[in-house]
């Protein structure tokens, strides 16, 4: 089993900043794929961004240029720094831990771009 538990979210402005960071623990694989979702009100689950325990890296077109993800492998943990934060950015971010056929998810965490 795993657990994922992320942190941080909130309401920004338009414009502004947000650091999110998600922790997994339990049975960690040596080659898993870290990653972001989002879901806004009345929309399907999306792809945010991933990376691979090697570093690479996919990102969704809307976030590209503006979210960077990174991982610690020694602390299975994955970041996603978001940069010119817009409103249509607002939604519930769930981490994700992909390994084997499998995939964990985490609670979700609110974040809100408004003024």
């Known amino acids: 089993q795993v657990q994922v538990v992320e942190s941080g979210g909130g309401l920004v402005q338009p414009g502004g900043s947000l650091r999110l960071s998600c922790a997994a623990s339990?049975?960690?694989?040596?080659?898993?794929?870290m990653g972001w979702y989002r879901q806004a009100p009345g929309k399907e689950r999306e792809l945010v961004a991933t990376?691979?325990?090697?570093?690479?890296?996919n990102y969704a077109d809307p976030v590209k240029g503006r979210f960077t993800i990174s991982r610690d492998n020694g602390k299975n943990t994955v970041d996603l720094q978001m940069t010119s934060l817009k409103p249509e950015d607002t939604a519930v971010y769930y981490c994700?831990?992909?390994?084997?056929?499998?995939?964990?998810w985490g609670q979700g965490t609110q974040v809100s771009v408004s003024t």
């Open positions: 339990g049975v960690i694989f040596r080659s898993n794929i």
């Open positions: 994700s831990v992909q390994q084997g056929s499998r995939i964990y």
């Open positions: 990376i691979s325990t090697y570093g690479m890296t």
